[in-house]
């Protein structure tokens, strides 16, 4: 089994900035490719962003490229998704995810995660 804990979330104002991170357990972290998903209210799950198993490839959706910024320490199984430019539409709970494969040039879908974190939640507001 494999434990992920997100924390970070909270409220923001529209143009500010919040940094997630994701503490993982339970398998060899460094061996894994990692991803970030959200949930709207009212919304289906969807991609934000995925990172390579060794750091040196990332992918992003289009509503997080130029925004966004994935990173991991794999010395201290952390996964971080750096959120800049934040905007009402970037409301959501946040997930981290441990797929099991890693695209450069696509989504990762859920259907392809095995392991969820439980969530934090991202507001943003005035």
């Known amino acids: 089994q494999v434990q992920l804990v997100e924390s970070g979330g909270g409220l923001v104002q529209p143009g500010g900035s919040l940094r997630l991170s994701c503490a993982a357990s339970?398998?060899?972290?460094?061996?894994?490719?990692m991803a970030w998903f959200r949930r709207a209210p009212g919304k289906e799950r969807e991609f934000v962003a995925a990172?390579?198993?060794?750091?040196?490839?990332?992918y992003y959706a289009d509503s997080a490229k130029g925004r966004f910024d994935i990173s991991r320490n794999n010395a201290k199984n952390t996964v971080y998704l750096q959120m800049n430019s934040l905007k009402p539409d970037d409301t959501a709970v946040y997930y981290c995810?441990?797929?099991?494969?890693?695209?450069?040039?696509?989504?990762?879908?859920?259907?392809?995660?095995?392991?969820w974190g439980q969530g934090t939640q991202v507001t943003v507001s005035s």
């Open positions: 995810a441990a797929p099991r494969i890693f695209y450069r040039s696509q989504d990762i879908t859920p259907r392809e995660v095995d392991y």
């Open positions: 990172i390579s198993w060794s750091g040196g490839s990332s």
């Open positions: 339970g398998r060899t972290f460094s061996n894994y490719a």
